[in-house]
């Protein structure tokens, strides 16, 4: 059975391949040619996920081809919002993969990059935000957020990222965003300002708790992901999972945006609050792993019941 397959980026993939010999369809052909043009795939006997509908086992871990695919824009799927994330600082710690999957609900796996889980703290400015036939609303579009984070997927091998907390300096984002996404927002007073020589101060204060603080700013260079490596694990997800419980249903949301421009920024300041808040040891050091994106524009697409 063929798949459609419209995104010019998987369309050309798929026809730089050489691997389309036999009874394969379309979808399997082009995640071989992604695999193919990687090097990172063997070129026989590779037993990923078919992505074509109806194309048979699904894979329990996703495999690089996996992770590639979810880049591509969906196709058939009308967006429902428009955003941008900009100044985004990407904190990472590494945790013992077992403390992550006891957190996480049914029908989520916790995904690990060389046998780690990771945590990611993730302060950034929201803008722009509307919905697909609206413009943007000054006061209501533009505010800080601030995310707890690790990095999961599903039983079919799709991976994304779970929330844990997401704090935003906007009432009625946060009304929207629990309501329609079933996502964990908390109201918070924040404040986040460039200053002198592009020093970022970023704070944050939920009621009843201490202010959390950020300073940082960008570094000189600036490059994208390599396919593989862990920064492009942390930062390059385009799923977002989330869960009701009065039904236990387990949802997903796709995005889609450019690869990030990542640097490697100078932070001066950066809380771990948001561990304990969580339920969760505070690590005791600075992140291990620490990446800063001037941002890129984001298409939100509605949620998905997964199962």
Known sequence: MDCEIRDPICRSLCELSD??????????????AIGYIIGTLPRLGHRGLDLCPGGGAAMKIPDLAMRQSMTCRPEGRSPVMYQRW????????SVEPDVIQATLPPGLQVDTHDGKAWLGIVPFFMQ???????????????????????YVHDEQGRPGVWF???????????????T???LPYIYSRMEAKIGPEGWIAFNSLRPGTEQQAFRYRAGRDLHTAEPGS?????VERYVLFSYRPRDKQLFMGRIHHRPYPLTHPEVAASSRDLFSLNGFRDPGHPAEHVLMSPGVDVTVYGLEKVG
Do not use: K, M
């Not at 862990?230 to 942390?234: N, V």
């Open 19 to 32: 691997l389309r010999e036999g009874p394969s369809c379309v979808g399997l052909s082009c995640e071989r």
């Open 86 to 93: 900009a100044h985004l600082l990407f904190l990472h710690w």
């Open 128 to 150: 722009g935000l509307r919905p697909r036939f609206l413009p943007a609303v000054p006061g209501l579009s533009n505010f800080p957020e601030l995310n707890l984070r690790t």
């Open 164 to 178: 844990y907390s997401l704090d935003a300096h906007q009432r009625i984002a946060v009304a929207i965003a629990r």
């Open 180 to 182: 329609f996404f079933s």
């Open 230 to 234: 862990l920064e492009f694990f942390l």
